[in-house]
């Protein structure tokens, strides 16, 4: 099992940046099995959508639509995974989700919100 902990999410101003934080926590066998990271979001009315992936080698993967603003990272001496948000816009409004990938597990955090006001 690997239980994940988002923070860093809130209320920001359009053209502002925030700085999300996904820890992982849970037996070392489950934390070392860990190879995908990644972050989606949720608006109301919306499906869950790709937001970014970091491999535990650092190859990452973003939407073409959110390249060049949202810049994912990772510190596996810290089992947490980053999302810098900046040029923040009212549509990135969301809550956003953090997601790890152990192979045949798939694991998810409880999620934090993004409010961005114009």
């Known amino acids: 099992q690997v239980q994940l902990v988002e923070s860093g999410g809130g209320l920001v101003q359009a053209g502002g940046s925030l700085r999300l934080s996904c820890a992982a926590s849970?037996?070392?066998?489950?934390?070392?099995?860990?190879?995908?990271m990644g972050w989606y979001r949720q608006s109301p009315g919306k499906q869950r959508e790709l937001v970014a992936t970091i491999t535990r080698g650092g190859r990452t993967n973003y939407p073409d639509s959110l390249k060049g603003r949202f810049t994912i990272s990772r510190d596996n001496t810290k089992n947490t995974v980053y999302l810098q948000m900046n040029s923040l816009k009212p549509e990135d409004t969301a809550v956003y989700y953090c997601n790890a990938a152990t192979g045949p597990f798939t694991y998810w955090g409880q999620g934090t919100q993004v409010t961005v006001s114009s």
């Open positions: 849970g037996s070392i066998f489950s934390i070392n099995a860990i190879n995908n």
